[in-house]
């Protein structure tokens, strides 16, 4: 179709004006929907004689107000009630609807809320339990590290006894001497003073001569309190002292906190 | 803009379609109906105005006609027609039934000779601070008088296009072609 020539041929000024038959203006209507530039031409040939209508119009200005009253009046001494009744309880059924359907979305809304949060507590927690689980196995698994090395064959146990500056205190050094390794069980020694350090002594006996085996180092940091030396000395007893951080080239015999022999 | 229209209540400004506005109205919605109330009551009254040529009566009359919209909201269907045309014919059948009875029967013959071009005349003397009135009537004199009158024909007294072409002395097909015209320079005058 040609819209120029369909607009040019003044059909839609009469459909404005309601001279159109029904078939006709059934016809403009449909194009109208098609074609954007027939509709916006009907609206603009309406604007015109809108326009020019209010230009006629009396002065006094129509209030709404008092129309109203008369439809309202109107409406109550209306022979039929039952129509309008239908229409206000639609109305009424219509908002309480809406209102039903804003309460129900504020609800759920909240719910989310709440559920949200507690997903994000929950993978927290599960967070936590899985740090735990790591911890405990690595524990478990550090445990039987050490139980291994206590039950070695080759293992010597050298129970050290309290001396005279602590005589609550004990200590045991298991030792490997196929490994020449040393385990020092710590458990029975006091923390030691900041500024201070254990140091393990190997000595021989005759002459009574002592060799540093090492520090225990970061007393406080194994829980279990044992600590792994490296000794290849043919010791023939050990001693811990206190000494100053960083340890002594010979011990503090004032100082000597547990001693043992080995046994055999 | 299309399709869209503007509209100031008192207090709230809407943006609503003119489709919705309707729908609503159909369905006994007070507020969509102030609102087309408020878009097209002084028109329609200004259509009656120029037939009825009595400003209380065709107050009165619009009242009537807009309480008949009302009523009749179920009867109006847009596909076939425009909103304005349909109270725009309600609104000239109130306005001649009302010239066509008893009272105003002596005066059935003034009825197609005076166009709202008198009413303007009378509007602009009564009120000459009124500058859109001022600038249509402006506009409206510049019309040719060929257009004055095939306009408040179709428009306002709601002449068929056969009627048109009697009234007027012009061959039928004439009508079509020259309305349009008339109208390009009515918009044309508008958009200055």
């Given at each position: 179709?040609?819209?120029?020539?369909?607009?040019?041929?003044?059909?839609?000024?009469?459909?404005?004006?309601?001279?159109?038959?029904?078939?006709?203006?059934?016809?403009?209507?449909?194009?109208?929907?098609?074609?954007?530039?027939?509709?916006?031409?009907?609206?603009?040939?309406?604007?015109?004689?809108?326009?020019?209508?209010?230009?006629?119009?009396?002065?006094?200005?129509?209030?709404?107000?008092?129309?109203?009253?008369?439809?309202?009046?109107?409406?109550?001494?209306?022979?039929?009630?039952?129509?309008?009744?239908?229409?206000?309880?639609?109305?009424?059924?219509?908002?309480?609807?809406?209102?039903?359907?804003?309460?129900?979305?504020?609800?759920?809304?909240m719910?989310?809320?709440?559920?949200?949060?507690?997903?994000?507590?929950?993978?927290?927690?599960?967070?936590?339990?899985?740090?735990?689980?790591?911890?405990?196995?690595?524990?478990?698994?550090?445990?039987?590290?050490?139980?291994?090395?206590?039950?070695?064959?080759?293992?010597?146990?050298?129970?050290?006894?309290?001396?005279?500056?602590?005589?609550?205190?004990?200590?045991?050094?298991?030792?490997?001497?196929?490994?020449?390794?040393?385990?020092?069980?710590?458990?029975?020694?006091?923390?030691?003073?900041?500024?201070?350090?254990?140091?393990?002594?190997?000595?021989?006996?005759?002459?009574?001569?002592?060799?540093?085996?090492?520090?225990?180092?970061?007393?406080?940091?194994?829980?279990?309190?044992?600590?792994?030396?490296?000794?290849?000395?043919?010791s023939?007893?050990?001693?811990?002292?206190?000494?100053?951080a960083?340890?002594?080239?010979?011990?503090?015999?004032?100082?000597l906190?547990?001693?043992?022999?080995?046994?055999? | 803009?299309?399709?869209?229209?503007?509209?100031?209540?008192?207090?709230?400004?809407?943006?609503?379609?003119?489709?919705?506005l309707?729908?609503?109205?159909?369905?006994?919605?007070?507020?969509?109906?102030?609102?087309?109330?408020?878009?097209?009551?002084?028109?329609?009254?200004?259509v009656?105005?120029?037939?009825?040529?009595?400003?209380?009566?065709?107050?009165?009359?619009?009242?009537?006609?807009?309480?008949?919209?009302?009523?009749?909201?179920?009867?109006?269907?847009?596909?076939?027609?425009?909103?304005?045309?349909?109270?725009?014919?309600?609104?000239?059948?109130?306005?001649?039934?009302?010239?066509?009875?008893?009272?105003?029967?002596?005066?059935?013959?003034?009825?197609?000779?005076?166009?709202?071009?008198?009413?303007?005349?009378?509007?602009?003397?009564?009120?000459?601070?009124?500058?859109?009135?001022?600038?249509?009537?402006?506009l409206?004199?510049?019309?040719?008088q060929?257009?004055?009158?095939?306009?408040?024909?179709l428009?306002?007294?709601g002449?068929?296009?056969?009627?048109?072409?009697?009234?007027?002395?012009?061959?039928?097909?004439?009508?079509?072609?020259?309305?349009?015209?008339?109208?390009?320079?009515?918009?044309?005058?508008?958009?200055?």
């Open positions: 179709m040609d819209i120029k020539e369909y607009i040019a041929s003044g059909i839609l000024e009469l459909y404005v004006a309601g001279q159109l038959s029904e078939e006709e203006n059934l016809k403009v209507a449909e194009y109208a929907k098609t074609y954007p530039e027939i509709q916006t031409e009907i609206e603009e040939i309406e604007a015109s004689i809108l326009a020019l209508s209010k230009a006629v119009s009396p002065k006094v200005p129509l209030s709404f107000d008092v129309f109203k009253q008369k439809i309202e009046i109107d409406e109550s001494s209306e022979v039929v009630p039952l129509k309008k009744k239908r229409v206000n309880a639609f109305w009424y059924v219509g908002w309480a609807a809406s209102l039903l359907l804003t309460v129900g979305l504020a609800y759920l809304y719910q989310n809320e709440a559920l949200t949060s507690e997903i994000k507590l929950f993978k927290e927690q599960s967070l936590y339990l899985e740090k735990q689980i790591e911890e405990a196995r690595n524990s478990l698994a550090r445990s039987k590290a050490l139980l291994e090395n206590l039950r070695d064959r080759n293992v010597e146990v050298v129970p050290l006894g309290g001396q005279e500056v602590a005589p609550s205190s004990y200590a045991k050094i298991y030792w490997n001497k196929e490994q020449q390794k040393l385990l020092v069980d710590a458990q029975g020694l006091p923390d030691p003073p900041e500024g201070m350090v254990y140091q393990v002594w190997s000595l021989t006996l005759n002459p009574l001569t002592p060799t540093s085996v090492g520090l225990l180092e970061d007393f406080t940091a194994d829980e279990n309190r044992i600590f792994e030396l490296a000794n290849n000395n043919s023939e007893a050990f001693g811990i002292t206190l000494e100053p960083g340890g002594s080239a010979s011990p503090n015999l004032e100082q906190y547990t001693l043992g022999t080995v046994s055999g | 803009m299309k399709g869209l229209l503007v509209l100031r209540n008192s207090s709230q400004l809407f943006i609503m379609q003119l489709e919705v309707i729908t609503r109205f159909q369905q006994k919605d007070a507020s969509a109906f102030e609102m087309l109330y408020g878009m097209y009551a002084e028109n329609i009254c200004g009656i105005n120029t037939i009825v040529r009595d400003e209380a009566l065709a107050q009165e009359l619009c009242q009537d006609v807009f309480v008949k919209v009302w009523h009749n909201a179920a009867s109006y269907n847009s596909a076939k027609g425009r909103f304005f045309t349909w109270i725009l014919n309600i609104a000239r059948n109130a306005a001649i039934d009302e010239m066509r009875s008893k009272s105003y029967k002596n005066q059935k013959k003034n009825l197609s000779a005076d166009s709202f071009v008198g009413i303007l005349e009378q509007v602009g003397n009564a009120d000459e601070a009124t500058t859109d009135v001022a600038g249509i009537r402006a409206i004199n510049r019309l040719k060929r257009c004055v009158e095939i306009i408040d024909l428009y306002f007294k002449y068929t296009q056969k009627e048109v072409a009697e009234e007027l002395e012009i061959p039928l097909g004439t009508v079509k072609t020259r309305n349009r015209s008339c109208i390009s320079q009515l918009r044309e005058s508008l958009k200055k």
